[in-house]
C-alpha cells in the first residue's frame, strides 16, 4: 500500500515542473488526494462496503472537486493535474501513467447499466475540458486535445481535436512521409495541431481568393480590348468577415473583395 503511494508521489515530479517535495505534493495536491481517496473507495466498493465506498467518494468531491465513482478501475501512476471539475464515470477504466487535465468527463451517453463509460489505454494524455463520451476505448499512448468533444474510438498513438473530436495525427504509415512532428498542448490547440473542418474551410477560401485575383485580371483586360461583361459588382465582404489565422499564428484578409 505505502509502496504504491510512494509511487503515485514520484508519478507527480514526472509530470509536473512545479512539484518541489514530496510532503509538499502529499499536502497540497488535489489530484493525488482524490487518487488516494478513490483507492480507498474501490477497495470498499470490491467488498460490498458500497454505502461506505459512495461516502468516501462523496468526500473527495467536497474536498477536491473531483469526482470519481469509487466503481472506476484505475491503473498505476494516474494524474489529474489540477484537477477541479474532473468527472470519471462508474464504469470508466484508466491504464497505467494516463494523465487528467481540469475539467475533463469521462461520461457515459446511456441510462441502461452495465459498461458505458470510456476505457484509456496506457500512457493517455486527456487535456483540459475535454469530454470522452461511452463505452469505447481510447488506444495507448493516445492524446486527446483542450476541450475536444471524443464519441468514438481512438486508435493508438493518435492525436485528436475538435467537437466532434477528429484526428489530426495518426500512427505512422508505411506509405506516408510526415514532416515534422506535432506537438501536444493540453491546454489549447496550436497552429500545429489544427481542427481538419478548419484547415478545409480556410483551403477553399483561399482557393476562392486566387479565383477572385484571376477574375479580375480577366475583366481588366477585356476593359482594354472594350469588351464590356464584367460590370456587375459581387457582394462586398468586410476584412473581419475573412479575418484567418496563417500557419505561424499571424493574421490574413483576403485583398479582393469584389
Given at each position: 500500500m505505502f509502496e504504491g503511494v510512494r509511487e503515485d508521489?514520484?508519478?507527480?515530479?514526472?509530470?509536473?515542473?512545479?512539484?518541489?517535495?514530496?510532503?509538499?505534493?502529499?499536502?497540497?495536491?488535489?489530484?493525488?488526494?482524490?487518487?488516494?481517496?478513490?483507492?480507498?473507495?474501490?477497495?470498499?466498493?470490491?467488498?460490498?462496503?458500497?454505502?461506505?465506498?459512495?461516502?468516501?467518494?462523496?468526500?473527495?468531491?467536497?474536498?477536491?472537486?473531483?469526482e470519481i465513482h469509487p466503481g472506476a478501475r484505475i491503473g498505476r501512476r494516474f494524474f489529474i493535474d489540477h484537477g477541479m471539475g474532473v468527472v470519471i464515470g462508474e464504469t470508466a477504466e484508466i491504464g497505467d501513467d494516463v494523465t487528467l487535465y481540469q475539467g475533463?468527463?469521462?461520461?457515459?451517453?446511456?441510462?441502461?447499466?452495465?459498461?458505458?463509460h470510456p476505457t484509456l489505454g496506457n500512457n493517455v494524455v486527456v487535456?483540459?475540458?475535454?469530454?470522452?463520451?461511452?463505452?469505447?476505448?481510447?488506444?495507448?499512448?493516445?492524446?486527446?486535445?483542450?476541450?475536444?468533444?471524443?464519441?468514438?474510438?481512438?486508435?493508438?498513438?493518435?492525436?485528436v481535436v475538435g467537437i466532434p473530436?477528429?484526428?489530426?495525427?495518426?500512427?505512422?504509415?508505411?506509405?506516408?512521409?510526415?514532416?515534422?512532428?506535432?506537438?501536444?498542448?493540453?491546454?489549447?490547440?496550436?497552429?500545429?495541431m489544427q481542427d481538419p473542418t478548419s484547415q478545409a474551410i480556410r483551403a477553399l477560401l483561399n482557393h476562392m481568393q486566387a479565383v477572385d485575383a484571376k477574375v479580375d485580371r480577366v475583366c481588366t483586360a477585356l476593359a482594354e480590348q472594350g469588351?464590356?461583361?464584367?460590370?456587375?459588382?459581387?457582394?462586398?465582404?468586410?476584412?473581419d468577415d475573412l479575418m484567418l489565422e496563417n500557419g505561424n499564428g499571424s493574421k490574413n484578409s483576403n485583398e479582393n473583395h469584389s
Open positions: 508521489i514520484r508519478s507527480v515530479f514526472d509530470r509536473d515542473p512545479a512539484a518541489r517535495n514530496a510532503l509538499e505534493v502529499l499536502l497540497t495536491y488535489p489530484g493525488l488526494h482524490a487518487l488516494l481517496l478513490h483507492r480507498l473507495a474501490h477497495w470498499c466498493w470490491g467488498r460490498r462496503l458500497k454505502l461506505v465506498a459512495r461516502l468516501v467518494s462523496t468526500f473527495s468531491r467536497w474536498a477536491t472537486g473531483i475533463v468527463t469521462l461520461g457515459g451517453t446511456s441510462w441502461n447499466k452495465g459498461k458505458r487535456g483540459a475540458g475535454a469530454k470522452v463520451l461511452g463505452p469505447f476505448t481510447v488506444g495507448e499512448g493516445a492524446k486527446v486535445g483542450s476541450n475536444a468533444v471524443v464519441t468514438k474510438a481512438v486508435p493508438a498513438g493518435a492525436t473530436a477528429k484526428i489530426v495525427r495518426g500512427a505512422p504509415h508505411p506509405e506516408r512521409v510526415t514532416e515534422g512532428d506535432v506537438e501536444f498542448e493540453a491546454y489549447g490547440v496550436t497552429s500545429d469588351i464590356r461583361g464584367c460590370d456587375e459588382k459581387l457582394p462586398v465582404l468586410s476584412d
